[in-house]
């Protein structure tokens, strides 16, 4: 199982960045996914999810209304589409495999990716 991050950058508060997470060695389309973000000196924070067609998907309230996930099960990518940002969102986001539908709590999730940072200035 490998999971491959991209789309990070440093962008200006209310910038835009949109993130990838390349999926392999696994049927990607059977399982949930969802994107964890980990700021500096800070414990890990769920931030989405999705199921596994896409057509079920789910947000931090901290993120609603500003962050759209979406998957491409025949590219086997999950995306995350980052607009209005802040500079609270400055973190590493990792994304992982979740191996319960819907579950939440990142400590159930069996892979991950090595991250990608995302910067943004005030």
């Known amino acids: 199982v ?3 991050e991209s789309g990070g950058g440093m962008v200006h508060s209310g910038g ?4 990838s997470c390349a999926a392999s060695g696994f049927t990607f ?3 949930d996914m969802s994107w964890v973000r980990q700021a500096p000196g800070k414990g890990p924070e769920w931030v989405s999810g999705i199921n596994t ?3 079920n998907t789910y ?4 993120v609603k209304g500003r962050f759209t996930i979406s998957r491409d099960n025949a590219k086997n990518t999950l995306y995350l589409q980052m607009n ?7 973190a590493l986001y990792y994304c992982a495999r ?11 999730y069996d ?7 995302v910067t943004v200035s005030s």
């Open 16 to 19: 835009s960045l949109r993130l």
């Open 98 to 108: 979740n191996p319960e539908s819907e579950d939440r709590d990142y400590r159930q």
């Open 111 to 117: 892979y991950w990716g090595q991250g990608t940072q």
């Open 2 to 4: 490998q999971l491959v």
């Open 29 to 31: 389309s059977s399982y």
């Open 53 to 55: 067609g896409g057509g």
């Open 84 to 90: 209005s940002l802040k500079p609270e969102d400055t």
């Open 59 to 62: 947000y931090a309230d901290s």
